[in-house]
């Protein structure tokens, strides 16, 4: 499992492969599993959703063979409709994300030698693709990954960046118009086939992160942090993670388990960053500068609602965050029985 969304603290949805998707209503105790009709060859590699009823799940796989593919349910997962597919040749999908209800992107690998973008302006219904001349140029071998659905990330209105990898360096694009125009910037994380950036992450307007590292290296001791203080048009290399090695995603969790929904003000300092990836989980207290470890459960993707968070990754693994201090022995992840 890779895809993962807590809507809420006791909400949370899952997407994996063979066309599952999983649910929890109640903090994680129970989980509901829903297969998806006609998505049993499918690998669902991002999910967003909105409530406890309505949810959009995307499916990563050659568009040749039929796996480039979005469905949304309405009815808390006990039907789909399918809202999106292709078989244009080189389309493969890697990562979804909304800006509000009814506006949201969704990114493919490139074709054509560019990023392949598609954008919805009603609530994930219908999608459109972007034109081609709009579209992001790539360099050779330029690729995105779809490893935790979070190569791709909204931030504010009409915000949006793009990780990538595969080609000689890891670059950042970024628009500020939903997706209509973009800029790119170069970045010091290293690169290659197998490595790049794998998940963004951004706390504020100016300030955010990138993890990535080379997902056949694993536990490879390379620097696998980057930091942006300008809204992404630089960024800096930072200290790595550890454990060392890949991280897939990145989250955001607040301190307070007060009404982390807007009634109740958050300092914007009382957070902690959380990473995660094969080689296990990394927690940072100064915004990414310096990490501590977290386990070694290989949690591919991370989803935080205000200070509960939920991990998954292979073989069924669920994991549950409660609670970070900034003492050690306070640290707690709980592994959900799935």
Same mark, same amino acid.
Request: one cysteine or more.
């Given at each position: ?6 809507? *809420? ?7 994996g492969?063979?066309?599952?998707v ?11 599993? @829903?297969?998806? %009709?006609?998505?049993? *060859? ?19 796989? /050659? %568009? !040749?063979?039929?796996?480039a593919?979005i @469905?949304?349910? !309405?009815?808390?997962?006990?039907s ?10 080189? &389309? ?18 490139p ?17 459109? !693709? ?5 579209? +992001? #140029? ?13 190569s791709?990330l909204?931030?504010?209105k009409?915000v ?6 595969? *080609? ?7 628009? !500020? ?6 800029? #790119? ?10 490595a ?28 696998? &942090? ?14 790595m993670?550890? +454990? ?31 990473s ?20 070694? /459960? ?5 989803s935080?609602?205000?200070? =509960?968070?939920?991990? &998954? ?17 306070k640290?707690?992840?709980?592994? =959900?029985?799935?």
């Amino acid at each position: 499992m890779r895809a993962v969304h807590a809507v *809420s603290p006791t909400i949370c949805w899952i997407g994996g492969t063979r066309g599952t998707v999983l649910k929890t209503t109640n903090g994680g105790h129970t989980w509901t599993t @829903y297969k998806v %009709s006609g998505a049993d *060859s499918l690998d669902f590699r991002d999910i967003h959703a909105f409530d406890k009823q309505v949810a959009i799940a995307m499916s990563a796989g /050659e %568009s !040749e063979t039929d796996k480039a593919k979005i @469905y949304k349910t !309405e009815d808390g997962g006990e039907s789909w409709k399918l809202v999106y597919q292709t078989t244009q040749n080189g &389309v493969f999908l890697d990562g979804i994300d909304f800006w509000d209800k009814n506006k949201g992107i969704c990114l493919g690998d490139p074709t054509q030698g560019r990023l392949f973008i598609l954008t919805t302006e009603d609530g994930g219904n219908s999608w459109q !693709e972007l034109p081609l001349d709009k579209r +992001p #140029v790539a360099e050779p071998g330029e690729a995105c990954f779809a490893a935790s659905g979070t190569s791709i990330l909204t931030n504010g209105k009409g915000v949006a960046f793009i990780g990538t990898g595969g *080609s000689k360096m890891a670059r950042v694009f970024r628009t !500020e118009d939903y997706g209509q125009s973009w800029q #790119v910037s170069s970045t010091p994380l290293p690169a290659g086939p197998t490595a790049g950036i794998f998940g963004l992450r951004f706390w504020s307007k100016k300030n955010g992160i990138a993890v990535g590292g080379d997902y056949k290296k694993t536990t490879d001791s390379t620097q696998n &942090v980057l930091l942006t203080t300008d809204g992404g048009i630089t960024w800096t290399l930072s200290g790595m993670t550890k +454990p060392t090695g890949l991280k897939e995603s990145v989250a955001i969790y607040h301190k307070t388990n007060a009404t982390w929904n807007g009634d109740t003000q958050i300092r914007s300092d009382n957070y902690a960053l959380v990473s995660s990836g094969p080689s296990g989980n990394s927690v940072s207290l100064d915004r990414g500068k310096s990490w501590i470890s977290l386990g070694t /459960e290989g949690f591919h993707s991370l989803s935080f609602a205000g200070n =509960v968070g939920y991990g &998954v990754g292979a073989n069924g693994l669920i994991g549950k965050i409660e609670k970070i201090s900034s003492k050690k022995k306070k640290k707690k992840l709980v592994l =959900v029985d799935q």
